[in-house]
């Protein structure tokens, strides 16, 4: 069991770092240029099947972790479309000619599996995350500040009260 798990995990990277990564390169950029470079919220409105594509397929049911901003309050949230409860899913069509990766990422979403992804995050959760990291040191100032920066450059100037 160990052996096979280990050949999984290099499969599935090798299929990562030659197939699909590369492949998503322009998708990215294509939508770092929609999105204002990540200013804008991801569009979830393209998930139906393409009108031109005629091949065979599926639809997969994906968990979102999105990254939302309502009258200036920003929320992380795992978001449900479907459910009132909070936890749903999108429903995405994936076939031979466009991938699930390459269709969540044209929406702002990066797939959390090369081929049937359950599980998407908005670009924008991975940048303020990427953020924390680059800024991340041994103090308890480092999420205010990462957070600080990741709000400012999309915009946002946050009102702090001096006690």
């Not at 639809?59 to 929320?75: K, N, P, Q, R, Y």
């Amino acid at each position: 069991p160990g052996s096979t798990n280990c050949q999984k995990k290099a499969n599935q990277w090798r299929q990562w770092s030659s197939e699909v990564i590369p492949s998503l390169l322009p998708v990215f950029r294509a939508y770092l240029r929609l999105s204002e470079s990540l200013r804008l919220p991801a569009d979830l409105q393209t998930m139906a099947r393409p009108l031109n594509c005629e091949c065979e397929g599926r639809m997969l049911s994906i968990a979102c972790i999105l990254f939302d901003h309502e009258s200036d309050t920003v929320v992380i949230m795992l978001m449900d479309l479907h459910a009132p409860s909070g936890m749903e899913h999108i429903d995405l069509w994936c076939c031979s000619c466009t991938s699930a990766p390459s269709r969540l990422l044209s929406m702002g979403l990066f797939a959390c599996a090369p081929v049937t992804p359950s599980l998407a995050v908005d670009l924008r959760v991975l940048d303020l995350v990427r953020a924390f990291f680059v800024r991340m040191s041994p103090n308890t100032t480092a999420w205010c500040e990462a957070l600080e920066a990741f709000l400012s450059e999309r915009g946002y100037q946050l009102n702090t009260k001096v006690s």
